[in-house]
């Protein structure tokens, strides 16, 4: 300003054109006065700070800037080592240059009074920083409007930053550094060139926290740094996420995000919760655990490669594709086309609906339990396989195992079992009803010992068809009934076979549960361990509960009872039986085989 004349003791550098207009020419400048040059007000040069309009150049120990004196325009590299700006404080980036801060940066905006950081010229310098924080300790920017976008740029590390409540309405790059967003808004980016909207590199930490995204994002890696730590949490996310790079740990949690997700590279832990994925979700990374819990994917499809999946209370609408290492399925719904799962080590199936095409393909083990399937299961080239309380509905296939348990499953549709060729295989199947197959119930290749006890084989074209002998075999107290093309193909009956109506309590409406009075209640194998309740092992999947019938009591079934003394009997028995309504009433007695011995009554009853 106009107020006196500055001495200047020392030796001086221009650091910027136009600071001060030095006595003499010659000579190093130490020593000598300095006097004010009024021209550089009057008739300032390029980039000379002007007064008037609050201009920041130069360097400075401490930089505050306000509302009340707004606006502030950065033509140059401000750099000072404390930068405060209050409520209301509108600050014009007029170059390339940032306004740099090496200790603390503050930007402390309010709700309905901003901070406002915008451009001169926002098509000029769109990759250039607007503002350097190298070494801060302290980085916290709240209720701040960023109007045309800022970046940081490489190499300028600060130790930890805090964005909250900011708006960013146009692109955002960010390089090295520790970062948390709170409530921040990011909207579209109509004019950047780069990768993703939201680009971010070579980060230690990052969190996102109840963040409103709407443009896509990308985190990557840049001269091989690892990011420590990326989170997602309570966010909402129009665009997609690309993660590329190696992290020790990256979280999203209780999200929404409408485009696809994709991480790749070396991730040490992944753990997705309570997020809904609008797109596919494809990870691609040798992550030592990944934890997928109470999440929706609706896309198309589902991709993972990883040393440790699990997938908890999870709903896949499109394919799914799940590939190395341990599997966990647990109480989850797959309801695309495909469901594949390659090259692992350990599967585990449990609790879970799967209505697409299953294919487990090239692993060590496997079991499946509890769960239901709705469309055809095919195991290849896995050695051991547990097979134990599920529901199929299109049959199931093995194919190439060394040894496989199948045990009280409903299986429609028929079992396809073909063993190891140059290896011992060894197949058991207890307890299991099978039916509904348009050609052979249980169909067996290749093994070298099986056992088939305990099973209800009914309405197949064959029941039980052996193509090549075995070594060791075992058949016995199996329940056969309505196979129209035998009961046995390539084998005969075995120990206590026999062909009887199982009498399902109504297996048209899906209830395959035994009924009162049926051949197969109590007449398992006696050497085989013995139900809940204490009686001998029943036949079928399904075990009959004898609370549901008490002997001399009347067994009730629609509109009449029956009563039968004693039950089971040798050859003398009384059977009563009342109906609710009059009509013809027809009593029969049929042998093990399912043929009619005696047809006792045929008349009206009253």
Known sequence: DNRGVIYLVGSLANRRRGFVCRSNHQGTGYGKYYRHDTRFIDNAPPLFPNVARRDVLGEGNFLVMTGEDSPYYVIGEGGYRRIIAT????????????????????????????????????????????????????????????????????????????????????GFDLQGASIEFRNCTFGVNDSCDSPG?????????????????????????????????????????????????????????????????????????????????????????????????????????????????????????????????????????????????????????????????????????????????????????????????????????????????????????????????????????????????????????????????????????VGLQIVTRCDEFWSGYNCFFLNPGGDFVGIGPGWFDFNADPMLVDHEAGDYHLSPGSPCIDRGNPSFDRDPDGTQVDIGAFRFDHSMSVEGEPIVVNDFSVTASPNPFNNRTTISFTSRTAGIAEIDIYDLNGRIISSLLREVSR
């Open 197 to 461: 909207w939201l680009n971010i590199r070579r980060n230690l930490n990052l969190q996102f926290r109840n963040c409103t995204i709407q443009d896509s994002i990308t985190v990557y890696q840049s001269n091989g740094h690892r990011h420590n730590s990326i989170s997602f949490i309570d966010c909402e996310i129009d665009g997609s996420i690309n993660i590329r790079g190696r992290s020790n740990s990256i979280e999203i949690i209780n999200c929404e995000i409408n485009d696809q997700v994709e991480l790749r590279d070396n991730q040490n832990c992944i753990r997705i919760v309570h997020t809904n994925f609008g797109g596919s979700l494809e990870i691609n990374s040798i992550a030592s655990e990944l934890v997928m819990e109470d999440c929706q994917i609706l896309g198309n499809d589902l991709s993972i490669l990883s040393d440790d999946i699990q997938l908890i209370h999870c709903e896949v609408w499109g394919n799914g594709t799940l590939r190395q290492g341990s599997i966990r399925i647990e109480d989850s719904h797959f309801s695309g086309s495909n469901l594949t799962v390659d090259s692992f080590n350990d599967l585990e199936v449990f609790d879970s609906e799967i209505h697409a095409e299953s294919q487990f393909n090239n692993g060590r083990s496997a079991v499946l339990s509890e769960s239901e399937f709705l469309e055809l299961v095919a195991f290849r080239n896995v050695s051991d396989i547990e097979v134990l309380t599920n529901e199929f509905y299109s049959g199931m296939s093995v194919d190439t195992t060394l040894g496989c348990n199948i045990e009280r499953n409903l299986i429609r549709g028929g079992l396809s079992y073909r063993g190891h060729e140059r290896v011992n295989s060894e197949l058991t199947i207890n307890n299991n009803t099978i039916f509904g197959a348009d050609s052979v119930g249980i169909l067996i290749h290749e093994t070298n010992r099986y056992s088939i006890i305990n099973n209800i084989i009914f309405n197949n074209q």
């Open 87 to 170: 409520a209301g404080t509108e600050i014009i980036l007029s170059d390339s240059l940032a306004l740099s801060a090496n200790d603390e940066f503050r930007l402390l905006g309010e709700k309905n009074n901003p901070v406002v950081i915008r451009r001169r010229d926002p098509d000029r310098f769109p990759s250039y920083p607007g503002f350097s924080f190298e070494g801060c300790d302290t980085v916290i920017i709240r209720h701040v409007r960023f109007e045309d976008g800022i970046c940081w740029p490489e190499d300028v590390p600060f130790r930890h930053g805090v964005f909250e409540s900011c708006d960013f309405p146009s």
